[in-house]
């Protein structure tokens, strides 16, 4: 029987997909759930969704919850986390303390400045989570949803032995969102994908081994197309290459799209995407929903008299279905660049193939990345790593270089003016960062 253990399984709609994703597997229909946060009331709504999953679908799975995780892990086979370090209380202030200066940014959770005092107060999190799997269920495999993405698990890859993989949707949505596009069946389409997180890119795009490229590119001039991710089809018909993950995201990442009013008016707000990069997306979500009584909607879910029980579309399920002997399973995953990708910096954590099977996880070598889509990626690599690097080390000046090396921000400021930005960062998040014993900059 598998023990899968869920750490922040408040994140309601998170937890009930992935449980229900699980349990459609035979291997899995008698697995122990086991619930961990440190929100009671969250901690409570996700059980009793869990346990109506369960129950609705005749299974033989035991669903358990608990705020102690050292006491959940014990046994554990698989682990799925999918933590926020902080409230929406403190981490406003990753979004507005850069637009006091000039940063215009959409999401934030990734990389940049935001993404980046994110990272420095999840990591020790996340670390102290490894090293407790190190302790109490050290063959088991985490399988990690939190962002910001290649910083948390480079910095896990660097201080602990775990079994790790990070998972983001953005690949299979993206190439599900091409599909529709091409007018092709769901599913039919053939690809390689590779890069960082939110960075990867289709190196190969085919259909019953014909390229799809030419044909995409065409596409780009029906404007139903091409408005739906205008930045992302500006990158694709800049580089060559489609890119994962949201133009709303992307805009972020580089020195194009969000440097100038008028081009964050241009390419950043009339998208027709889910997110097309208005100003603190996310951010003004979070507080929709606080203020909008989310308990409500939790409620409304869990006293519906019929649920949906289908399979979704995320890894998670069939990778631990894999890992625990059943089928073998492909998909793109976050893991440590072991020779994986030639011309993106050793250890980083990049996004490529992986198999999953009983074994564990492999890694698919990918080769170099083409110079058109390199540079920007390689960039962004190394920058994570210098910003863990300095988390790790309690080391202010590190942060401050990295940030220094990001492109929107280098875009917009001067050396001086990032310092003083920064600083003004490390000021409001002192509370939150202990490793930083002092801040000179």
């Given at each position: 029987?598998?023990k ?7 994140s309601?709609?998170?937890t009930?997909g992935?449980?229900?994703d699980?349990?459609?597997?035979d291997?899995?229909s008698d697995?122990?759930?086991?619930l961990v ?12 969704a869990?346990q ?5 679908g005749?299974?033989k799975a035991t669903v ?23 409230s929406?209380?403190v981490?406003?202030h ?9 940063i215009d940014t ?5 990389r940049g ?10 990591i ?7 090293r407790d ?6 063959r ?5 949803y ?5 910083m948390l ?5 660097r201080?602990t032995?775990?079994?790790l993989?990070g ?14 596009w ?6 039919s389409?053939?690809?390689t994908?590779?890069g960082i997180?939110h ?7 085919e259909?019953?081994?014909r ?5 995409l ?24 290459y489609?890119v994962?993950?949201s133009?709303g995201?992307?805009?972020e990442y ?10 964050v008016?241009?390419?950043c707000?009339?998208g027709?995407?889910?997110n ?5 997306y ?8 606080e203020?909008g009584?989310?308990?409500k909607?939790v409620r409304d879910w869990?006293?519906q008299d019929q649920?949906?029980l289908?399979?979704?579309h995320?890894y ?5 279905n894999?890992y ?6 492909r998909f ?5 660049n072991d020779?994986l ?10 996004e490529?193939?992986?198999l999953?099977?009983?074994?564990g996880?492999e890694p ?6 083409p110079?058109s889509?390199?540079m920007?990626?390689g960039?962004?690599?190394q ?5 863990v690097d ?6 202010a ?7 220094a090396?990001d492109p ?8 001086a003016?990032?310092r ?7 000021k409001k998040?002192q ?7 002092k801040?000179?900059?």
């Open positions: 029987m598998a899968v253990v869920f750490i922040g399984a408040g309601f709609g998170f009930r992935l449980v229900r699980l349990l459609t597997f291997l899995l697995a122990e759930i086991a946060d440190i929100n009671k009331q969250r901690l409570d709504f996700a059980k009793r869990c109506k999953i369960v129950d609705q005749g299974y358990t919850a608990t705020t102690d995780r050292r006491q959940a892990l014990k046994g554990a086979h698989a682990v799925c986390v999918t933590i926020l370090s902080g929406t209380s981490w406003q990753d979004i507005l303390i850069p637009k006091k200066y000039g959409n999401v934030g959770d990734t400045p935001s993404g980046i005092f994110r990272a420095l107060r999840t020790p999190e996340m670390v102290a989570i490894a799997m190190e302790q109490l269920c050290p088991a495999m985490m399988l990690n939190t962002n910001p993405m290649a698990c480079h910095a896990m890859n201080e032995s775990i079994q993989t998972l983001c949707h953005s690949v299979q949505g993206t190439a599900s969102m091409i599909e529709g091409l007018k092709l069946k769901p599913g389409m053939e690809y994908c590779a997180n960075m990867a890119w289709y190196l190969k795009l259909h019953k081994g390229d799809l490229y030419p044909r590119k065409r596409t780009m001039q029906d404007k139903a197309v091409y408005n739906h991710e205008q930045v992302r089809n500006e990158m694709f018909l800049a580089l060559g489609y994962t993950e133009s995201h992307n805009s580089n020195w194009w799209f969000r440097k100038r009013p008028d081009l008016r241009k390419y707000r009339d027709t995407g889910w097309p990069g208005q100003y603190a996310i951010l003004k979500a979070y507080q929709a929903r203020g009584g989310w308990q909607s869990i006293n649920i949906d289908r399979r979704g995320e998670a399920a069939s990778i631990i894999a625990m002997g059943g089928d073998l399973y793109n995953g976050n893991v440590a020779g990708i030639d011309n993106l910096p050793t250890g980083s954590c990049v490529v193939p992986v999953a099977s009983s074994k996880l698919v070598r990918v080769g170099s990345l110079a889509v390199a920007l990626t960039l962004s690599a920058i994570e790593m210098m910003a300095g988390c790790l080390k309690g080391d000046e590190l942060v401050y270089q990295a940030i090396h929107l921000t280098a875009a917009k400021l001067s050396l003016e990032i003083k930005m920064v600083r003004e960062m490390f998040n509370k939150w960062l202990p490793q930083f014993k801040v000179n900059l």
